[in-house]
Protein backbone atom coordinates (compact mmCIF):
# COMPACT_ATOMS: atom_id res chain seq x y z
CA UNK A 1 0.00 0.00 0.00
CA UNK A 2 1.20 3.65 -1.05
CA UNK A 3 -0.32 6.39 0.33
CA UNK A 4 -0.39 10.19 -0.23
CA UNK A 5 -0.93 12.90 1.89
CA UNK A 6 -0.73 16.34 2.14
CA UNK A 7 -1.44 19.71 4.18
CA UNK A 8 -2.66 22.26 2.17
CA UNK A 9 -2.88 26.00 3.29
CA UNK A 10 -4.72 28.32 0.89
CA UNK A 11 -4.56 32.13 0.42
CA UNK A 12 -7.00 33.74 1.64
CA UNK A 13 -10.01 34.83 -1.13
CA UNK A 14 -8.77 31.34 -2.68
CA UNK A 15 -10.97 29.05 -0.62
CA UNK A 16 -13.56 28.20 -3.27
CA UNK A 17 -11.45 27.64 -6.15
CA UNK A 18 -9.28 25.88 -4.16
CA UNK A 19 -11.91 23.17 -3.07
CA UNK A 20 -13.43 22.91 -6.06
CA UNK A 21 -9.86 21.90 -7.69
CA UNK A 22 -9.56 19.57 -4.57
CA UNK A 23 -13.07 17.95 -5.27
CA UNK A 24 -12.04 17.07 -8.55
CA UNK A 25 -9.36 16.01 -7.86
CA UNK A 26 -10.51 13.61 -5.34
CA UNK A 27 -13.12 12.75 -7.54
CA UNK A 28 -10.87 11.70 -10.51
CA UNK A 29 -8.68 9.60 -8.09
CA UNK A 30 -11.97 7.74 -6.39
CA UNK A 31 -12.58 6.05 -10.40
CA UNK A 32 -8.67 5.64 -11.06
CA UNK A 33 -7.49 2.00 -10.91
CA UNK A 34 -5.71 0.82 -7.86
CA UNK A 35 -6.81 3.65 -5.31
CA UNK A 36 -8.32 1.93 -2.22
CA UNK A 37 -9.21 5.11 -0.50
CA UNK A 38 -9.69 9.26 -1.84
CA UNK A 39 -10.97 12.42 0.34
CA UNK A 40 -10.08 15.72 1.88
CA UNK A 41 -10.65 16.96 5.10
CA UNK A 42 -10.99 20.51 6.67
CA UNK A 43 -9.16 21.27 9.60
CA UNK A 44 -10.93 21.73 13.07
CA UNK A 45 -8.94 24.86 13.89
CA UNK A 46 -8.07 26.89 9.99
CA UNK A 47 -11.45 27.67 7.75
CA UNK A 48 -8.38 27.74 4.70
CA UNK A 49 -6.25 24.55 5.71
CA UNK A 50 -7.23 20.73 4.25
CA UNK A 51 -5.69 17.33 4.00
CA UNK A 52 -5.56 15.34 0.95
CA UNK A 53 -5.49 11.70 1.27
CA UNK A 54 -4.95 9.36 -1.49
CA UNK A 55 -3.98 5.58 -0.94
CA UNK A 56 -2.86 3.08 -3.61
CA UNK A 57 -3.38 -0.64 -3.62
CA UNK A 58 0.88 -0.89 -4.59
CA UNK A 59 3.50 0.98 -6.35
CA UNK A 60 2.74 0.25 -9.80
CA UNK A 61 -1.10 2.15 -9.24
CA UNK A 62 1.05 5.09 -7.37
CA UNK A 63 3.49 5.21 -10.45
CA UNK A 64 0.15 5.10 -13.11
CA UNK A 65 -1.26 7.72 -11.56
CA UNK A 66 1.83 9.79 -11.50
CA UNK A 67 2.30 9.03 -15.40
CA UNK A 68 -1.28 10.21 -16.19
CA UNK A 69 -0.69 13.53 -14.04
CA UNK A 70 2.60 14.11 -15.68
CA UNK A 71 0.69 13.49 -19.39
CA UNK A 72 -1.92 15.68 -18.50
CA UNK A 73 0.46 18.71 -17.60
CA UNK A 74 2.63 17.93 -20.76
CA UNK A 75 -0.60 18.41 -23.25
CA UNK A 76 -1.39 21.12 -21.06
CA UNK A 77 -4.96 19.98 -20.55
CA UNK A 78 -4.84 21.11 -17.10
CA UNK A 79 -3.21 24.21 -15.59
CA UNK A 80 -1.30 22.49 -13.24
CA UNK A 81 -1.17 18.53 -11.85
CA UNK A 82 -2.82 18.20 -8.52
CA UNK A 83 -0.89 15.26 -6.76
CA UNK A 84 -0.64 15.90 -2.95
CA UNK A 85 2.41 14.65 -2.32
CA UNK A 86 3.64 17.32 -4.80
CA UNK A 87 1.19 20.19 -3.12
CA UNK A 88 3.84 21.31 -0.23
CA UNK A 89 5.62 22.82 -3.14
CA UNK A 90 2.41 24.95 -3.88
CA UNK A 91 1.75 25.68 0.07
CA UNK A 92 1.55 29.86 -0.36
CA UNK A 93 1.31 30.00 -4.08
CA UNK A 94 -2.25 28.72 -4.61
CA UNK A 95 -4.18 31.12 -7.73
Not at 15 to 43: F, L, N, S, T
Not at 57 to 67: M, Q
Request: hydrophobic share 40%; proline share 1%.
Amino acid sequence: MIVSVAALTIRKGHREKAVDIIQAHIQREKKAVGVVKAYYKKAVNNEDTFLVYVEYDSKRSFAAAEKVSQKLKQDQKVEFALRPHLLRGFYGNFE
